[in-house]
């Protein structure tokens, strides 16, 4: 446990609607990722954060924005969502040659 | 165009055989490689890890085995117990470390009494 924590677990929403969800972590590491995970496909990066205000897109980052102005907590934003991001997002930490993971947030959009 | 590959769904293994999951990559750039566990409703818990500088790494009942020509590492579990039961993901990176990793779709492990 690497003291990850995320909010909500489950949420439901409707198309065209914002979402925000949050990751934060008490152990002050530098590196925080957000992730999706659908069937077939594994877990994808969305975005990556290497420090407060330094942040990057990864594979699927398309509809999706990201911020850290805390070291402790990283938001991950779909402005807009849509059906095709109803998926279970996963926060994660490295720590030397490891990621740790929260327990993720199922999100449903309608 | 997916750099990880896992190629079978799922496996099925009796209690105390051996389990084998396997996982090939595409990218010769890769140098470190991970193996994650999931459980349903929970986050993937890290298992075990190799460098492209080693061909085989141990933990317990845990060994990764990794072929660099071949572009292709397994993960063998012996002998396999009921609560190996799990999704397992292969991941690799880049930087001899676990920054931006890049998954397998992941191996659905069921272990039969």
């Given amino acids: ?110 | 165009d997916q750099q990880v590959k896992q190629n079978s769904p799922s496996l099925s293994v009796q209690e105390g055989r051996i389990s084998i999951l396997n996982c090939d990559y595409t990218n010769s750039m890769f140098d470190y490689f991970l193996w994650y566990k999931k459980y349903p409703a929970e986050g993937p818990t890290f298992l075990i890890s190799i460098s492209s500088i080693k061909d085989k790494n141990e933990d317990g009942r845990f060994t990764v085995f990794l072929n660099k020509s071949a572009k292709h590492l397994s993960l063998h579990i012996v002998p396999s117990q009921p609560g190996d039961s799990a999704v397992y993901f292969c991941a690799a990176s880049e930087n001899q470390g676990a920054q931006k990793l890049v998954f397998g779709q992941g191996t659905r492990l069921t272990i039969n009494p």
Avoid at chain 1, 75 to 104: D, H, K, M, W
């Fill in chain 1, 1 to 110: 446990d690497a003291g990850i924590t995320q909010s909500p677990r489950h949420k439901v929403t409707e198309t065209g609607t914002p979402v925000t969800l949050r990751c934060h972590q008490t152990e002050n590491h530098r590196y925080m990722y957000w992730y999706r995970q659908d069937p077939g496909h594994g877990l994808r990066l969305i975005h990556y954060s290497y420090g407060v205000k330094d942040t990057d897109k990864g594979e699927v980052s398309d509809g999706y924005s990201v911020s850290r102005s805390k070291t402790e907590d990283f938001l991950l934003t779909l402005e807009s969502a849509t059906s095709s991001q109803t998926s279970v997002y996963f926060c994660a930490i490295s720590e030397r040659n490891e990621q740790f993971f929260g327990p993720g947030t199922r999100l449903t959009v309608l």
